[in-house]
């Protein structure tokens, strides 16, 4: 499986953007994707995760109400809208899936297989 992300870049604080990931390869056997973002000299944190089946989402507190993850499975590619975004959400955004993931480790970097290259985002204040 291969993901590729898209869609990061420079905004202003209160704007939005809208990232991408587009799955390729075995994609069929994936069971969810996670969005994680990693500032610098920080650790890489949870943001968001979505399954491949059903309307279950997850969400880490301080994105909550400001961003939105969904799916697209006929194009096999997952979205992040981020809205209202702020100084702090300024950070490497990598999206990662996996086969099976329980829920109580959707938030858990280390339990997904697959990971993308990332794609910056730069909010200004």
């Known amino acids: 499986v291969q993901l590729v992300e898209s869609g990061g870049g420079l905004v202003q604080a209160g704007g939005s953007l809208r990232l991408s990931c587009a799955a390729s390869?075995?994609?069929?056997?994936?069971?969810?994707t996670g969005w994680f973002r990693q500032a610098p000299g920080k650790e890489r944190d949870f943001v968001a995760a979505?399954?491949?089946?059903?309307?279950?989402?997850f969400y880490t507190d301080s994105v909550k109400g400001r961003f939105t993850i969904a799916r697209d499975n006929a194009k096999n590619t997952v979205y992040l809208q981020m809205n209202s975004l702020k100084p702090e959400d300024t950070a490497v955004y990598y999206c990662?899936?996996?086969?099976?993931?329980?829920?109580?480790?959707?938030?858990?970097?280390?339990?997904?297989?697959?990971w993308g290259q990332g794609t910056q985002v730069t909010v200004s204040s």
């Open positions: 390869g075995r994609t069929g056997s994936l069971d969810a």
């Open positions: 990662a899936a996996d086969p099976y993931i329980t829920t109580e480790r959707l938030n858990i970097s280390n339990r997904y297989a697959y």
């Open positions: 979505i399954r491949w089946s059903g309307d279950n989402v």
